[in-house]
């Protein structure tokens, strides 16, 4: 998967284009509305779902993806394209469930497909903002390297060292696997802002960063784990069964990167949000 996406990188900054990489985000972001419908029943009529409601999902998901490559790419759109997108999702599942027969048995899929569009449509669009931003291939490389790390962190810590077991939700997770991946978090970011200190943070507010971003990106990933957990499945899909799914490989990534980006933003700004 690293090796991936470093070709993938190596392409786009050989070409002088930030299309490869792109196309790879839009792609984990539809995987992963695409895997949330087939794991709550979104696409089947037995379960409360249909074809109507898993399409208008995957539009939904699809245009805040297009969204963020285009706002990313050529810059802010402005906010009525971001709240008449929501508007309109939520007025078109609307249309799709009332007039349905069996719309009660149908409102928990409609429920489940509004959440799919605004985590991996709306959220996880934030990613390509990041990737456009200047400098965006070193700073998402940063940005992903340090959540993902923080994950491994907390995995291998937790299983080896783990001993205090606090959240039934995720039961094996720990608590000292969550520190671990916090201490790693911070510890990249610092480093990072201390060898890139003008095309990133500085490293006092990298390492504050860094704590900020870590518990974000386990909030995500325990936010994954309860929707699994709901409708009762281990995995969210076979894709990639190392990872137990696609949304295993993003969940990190929805609320962190959101944040990510608007400090980031500020910070280009002058606001310097995380000094003091």
């Not at 090796?3 to 070409?15: K, N, P, Q, R, S």
């Not at 790419?73 to 997108?85: K, Y």
């Not at 899909?237 to 137990?244: D, I, L, Q």
């Not at 400090?263 to 002058?270: E, Q």
Request: proline letters at 4%; hydrophobic letters at 55%; aromatic letters at 14%.
């Amino acid at each position: 998967m690293l090796a991936t996406i470093a070709v993938l990188l190596a392409i786009d900054e050989v070409l002088r284009i930030k299309t490869a990489v792109s196309i790879l985000i839009f792609l984990l972001g539809v995987a992963g509305w695409c895997e949330a419908a087939v794991m709550g029943g979104v696409a089947s009529r037995e379960r409360g779902g249909g074809p109507w409601l898993f399409l208008s999902g995957l539009l939904g998901t699809a245009y805040f993806l297009a969204l963020g490559w285009r706002e990313g790419a050529s810059g802010p759109t402005g906010v009525l394209p971001l709240a008449g997108g929501i508007a309109a999702i939520v007025f078109l599942l609307f249309i799709v469930v009332v007039f349905r027969s069996d719309y009660v048995a149908a409102f928990p899929c409609l429920l489940l497909t509004l959440l799919g569009v605004l985590l991996f449509g709306f959220l996880f669009s934030y990613l390509l903002r990041i990737y456009h931003f200047e400098d965006g291939a070193l700073v998402a490389a940063i940005f992903l390297l340090g959540i993902k790390g923080n994950d491994i962190a907390a995995y291998y810590v937790g299983r080896s060292l783990g001993r205090t077991r606090v959240l039934k939700v995720s039961p094996k997770k720990t608590l000292e696997g969550c520190g671990a991946g916090i201490a790693f978090s911070a510890l990249w970011f610092a480093a990072a802002g201390a060898i890139w200190p003008h095309r990133f943070f500085p490293w006092p507010q990298a390492l504050a960063l860094g704590i900020i971003l870590a518990v974000t990106a386990q909030i995500g990933d325990l936010s994954e784990s309860l929707i699994k957990r709901f409708y009762q499945v281990k995995d969210s899909a076979n894709v990639f069964p190392e990872f137990g799914g696609v949304l295993d490989l993003i969940d990190s990534a929805l609320f962190s990167g959101f944040l990510f980006w608007v400090l980031l933003s500020s910070h280009a700004a002058g606001d310097q949000p995380l000094a003091g």
